[in-house]
Structure formats: C-alpha cells, structure tokens
C-alpha cells in the first residue's frame, strides 16, 4: 500500500475543518467523504502488546495543490508519512499504525492525528483507544473555594459569590462527572444545585478547574459549602464554608466592642479610685481612734 493513495474529491467533507481543508478518518470504501453517520474521530480498542491500524484522510477542498505536514501527539502512533502534497479536489489516505506497549494501563487513552499546511494552521483529529482490563473509576473534588463580592452598605451594590472547584481524574477511565452543590448557614438552607451534568470530559490523570455562581449570597450568614461529584460506581466531594457578614456591620461591631472595652476600662478604674478612697478613710478612722 502506497503512503498516501489519492481520491478525487467533488463534494464538501463532513469533518474537522481547516478552511479549504480537512482531516478526518478514512470513511469506509468506495465513500469519497464521510457522512452524519461515518467516524468522526478514531474509537480502538485492544489488549496491551498489540499493534492495530488504520487510515487517516487529508482532503484539499481548494482549486490549487496544498503540502501538509502530518503528526502524531501519542508515542505509540506510527505513521507512514509525514508530509504530502494533495493536488486540488483531491482527498490522500495515509495509513498509519498504533502499537500498543506490553505494560500499557488498562482504560483510556487519548491521542490525536495533527495536519498543518503551509500557513501552519494546525487541524487535528481525536483517537480515542480503550486498553482492555480492569477499569478503575477515581476521581477527587479538591481546592474548594468561594470569592464573594460584597457591598459596603447592604442593599447598595451587588452582592455575588462565586464557587470554584477542582475535579481530578485519578483512574483510568475516562469520567463524565456530574455535580451537586449545598449551601447551609445558620438558618437552614441557602442553596442547592441537584444532581446535574458538568457537561466535561475527563479523561485520566486530567484535572479541570470549574466556577459556578452561586445565586443570592446571604449578606449575613455563616455558611457551609458542599460539592458532590459523581460518575456512576463513584464519587467524591469537597467542603469549604464562608461568613457572609457586610463591612459596614464588621466596623459598627468593632466599634462598639472598642467602645465597650473603653467603658470597662474607666468603670473598673473609677471602681479603683472609690475603693482605694474608702480604704484611706478607714485608715484615717483606726488613726483618729
């Protein structure tokens, strides 16, 4: 087989787009571009220790010859050219091989197919490999933070708070994680978010940093904030908590704790004074008698 077998091409391809090009996987034969329903991204699986192959397709949609380089982001992926020149309308085949190690962890594992043409303007296609094994769901919900934005004086400015959170694929299979959010403070509940999609895809060793406002932040409340991440068989959660207290409240009560130290202070010595008064007249009494 040759490096790159050529295709005319007279219809527009289905596929990740580079202006007047594309890259895809090779659409199954006799198909000159592949359709709804063909691959849009490479889907293997295998057991460690073996080598699969396929093909991936670059297609020149443009009325001139285009020369594209060709990359693999995973070690494993061989392929069998490196550089081609399409000629215009013209779809090229490049076979390339993935040999998967011996001692490769069993789940998912991500790659991708890169094409740049001459403006280097990368454009790349997804592999998506399942090693067969034990699947090890694990994940984690770490660095749970809140940033609030509170006005001076309630009700003049706006109050906001956001939640920030980590999800960390420990695994190896790829997770998609949905979250809950609880709020509790001194009178009950502040909010709750239920189960709910975090519409990501995390595939193992990955983590991603997530915000979520969270609606109508109390002005004066102690809260405790609660995230739950699930995915199936497991799950984890992270805990962070707030006092939501205005800054106008914090330096009144300041103040008046200041002032209520002051007149302590001069009640105990005016108290001092009078005692040591009386204990002079008492001296003076025993003296006289």
């Given at each position: 087989?040759?490096?790159?077998?050529?295709?005319?091409?007279?219809?527009?391809?289905?596929?990740?787009?580079?202006?007047?090009?594309?890259?895809?996987?090779?659409?199954?034969?006799?198909?000159?571009?592949?359709?709804?329903?063909?691959?849009?991204?490479?889907?293997?699986?295998?057991?460690?220790?073996?080598?699969?192959?396929?093909?991936?397709?670059?297609?020149?949609?443009?009325?001139?010859?285009?020369?594209?380089?060709?990359?693999?982001?995973?070690?494993?992926?061989?392929?069998?050219?490196?550089?081609?020149?399409?000629?215009?309308?013209?779809?090229?085949?490049?076979?390339?091989?993935?040999?998967?190690?011996?001692?490769?962890?069993?789940?998912?594992?991500?790659?991708?197919?890169?094409?740049?043409?001459?403006?280097?303007?990368p454009v790349g296609?997804?592999?998506?490999?399942?090693?067969?094994?034990?699947?090890?769901?694990?994940?984690?919900?770490?660095?749970?933070?809140?940033?609030?934005?509170?006005?001076?004086?309630?009700?003049?400015?706006?109050?906001?708070?956001?939640l920030q959170y980590?999800?960390?694929?420990?695994?190896?299979?790829?997770?998609?994680?949905?979250?809950?959010?609880?709020?509790?403070?001194?009178?009950?509940?502040?909010?709750?978010?239920?189960?709910?999609?975090?519409?990501?895809?995390?595939?193992?060793?990955?983590?991603?940093?997530?915000?979520?406002?969270?609606?109508?932040?109390?002005?004066?409340?102690?809260?405790?904030?609660?995230?739950?991440?699930?995915?199936?068989?497991?799950?984890?959660?992270?805990?962070?908590?707030?006092?939501?207290?205005?800054?106008?409240?914090?330096?009144?009560?300041?103040?008046?704790?200041?002032?209520?130290?002051?007149?302590?202070?001069?009640?105990?010595?005016?108290?001092?004074?009078?005692?040591?008064?009386?204990?002079?007249?008492?001296?003076?009494?025993?003296?006289?008698?």
């Amino acid at each position: 087989m040759t490096a790159a077998a050529l295709l005319a091409v007279t219809a527009p391809a289905h596929a990740v787009g580079g202006g007047g090009w594309a890259v895809f996987p090779t659409p199954p034969a006799g198909t000159q571009t592949p359709g709804p329903a063909d691959r849009q991204y490479f889907y293997l699986e295998s057991a460690p220790g073996r080598t699969l192959t396929d093909h991936v397709s670059v297609v020149n949609l443009g009325a001139r010859p285009e020369t594209f380089r060709l990359h693999a982001t995973d070690p494993w992926v061989k392929l069998s050219s490196t550089g081609l020149t399409v000629p215009p309308h013209t779809r090229a085949d490049v076979p390339f091989s993935l040999a998967i190690p011996t001692t490769a962890e069993p789940g998912d594992h991500q790659g991708s197919i890169v094409a740049e043409d001459a403006g280097s303007r990368p454009v790349g296609v997804r592999i998506y490999l399942h090693v067969t094994g034990q699947p090890v769901p694990a994940f984690s919900v770490d660095d749970v933070s809140v940033r609030r934005s509170v006005p001076a004086v309630p009700g003049l400015g706006t109050n906001r708070a956001t939640l920030q959170y980590t999800l960390t694929n420990h695994g190896n299979v790829t997770l998609h994680p949905s979250v809950e959010v609880t709020e509790t403070g001194w009178f009950g509940s502040v909010y709750h978010r239920p189960l709910s999609s975090a519409g990501i895809e995390l595939p193992p060793g990955r983590s991603v940093r997530l915000n979520l406002a969270l609606p109508g932040p109390p002005l004066l409340d102690d809260v405790a904030v609660t995230v739950k991440a699930s995915d199936g068989a497991t799950g984890a959660q992270g805990q962070t908590g707030y006092l939501a207290i205005p800054w106008l409240v914090l330096v009144f009560v300041v103040l008046l704790l200041a002032v209520l130290g002051v007149w302590l202070w001069l009640r105990s010595k005016r108290s001092h004074v009078h005692r040591a008064g009386w204990w002079r007249s008492r001296e003076s009494v025993g003296v006289a008698a």
